[in-house]
């Protein structure tokens, strides 16, 4: 039997600094369904043969002393990374931590700890045709673009609007490229595919998963529980 290519490289973004949650820990570093929300996504990745590398961009802080539960990984394909001021500053710090031989990068980030495994195969199955991948969810809700003052300048049809989730997958060079425009141009951009497509390059949806949800406030993690319990 053939050993299969680790070719594919993920970034995790956990260097937030938790300012929308209750408590001096990290969010990134708080039990959610039974773990630590970042090694939820790092075990995650890391059942895919074809991983070489999953770097965890942490807070400066917390680079240099990682949390020990962190190494009940595979450590051989485990790399932490000094995260910067903004998030798209700790992606590209993350980047430039991939090793030589990774040709399709994932970027996740930490907050979103239930991925599944299907969303993944999705996102690298295009990232391998050339493209950028979203995995995303269709918008149930309609949706009003309002100007400064609150008032609505626009509804835009939902059937078209997506809710984007993580890991979005690229070609290495694809992502390289866009987050090195990004910087001299000082571009920020809170999406990964935001600063693909403002370079031209394709970017396409793939089917997202309701596990995605993003942890965002302290309500977010009874949610998220919850949602674990229906799903068991």
Known sequence: MSTPVRDVGVVIVAAGASTRTEGSELKQFRWVAGK????????????????????????KSHAGDPPPWLFQCDVDRLLVSVGG?????SVLNGLEDLPPE????LVHDAARPLVDSDTIERVVAKAREGLGAVPALPAT?????????????????RARLFHAQTPQGFPRAMIDEAYLRGKSDRVHATDDAALCE????????????????????????ARLDGLVKLVR
């Open 36 to 59: 630590p929300m970042l090694l939820h996504s790092v075990q995650r990745f890391m059942e895919r043969d074809d991983v070489a590398i999953v770097v965890c961009v942490l807070p």
């Open 85 to 89: 001021r903004e998030r798209d500053e």
């Open 102 to 105: 990774v040709r399709i990068v």
């Open 141 to 157: 809700d309609t949706i009003k673009e309002v100007d400064e003052l609150g008032a609505v300048v626009r509804t835009p049809d």
């Open 198 to 221: 403002r370079i031209g390059a394709r970017v396409v949806i793939v089917e997202g998963s309701a596990t995605g949800l993003k942890v965002t406030t302290d309500e977010d993690f």
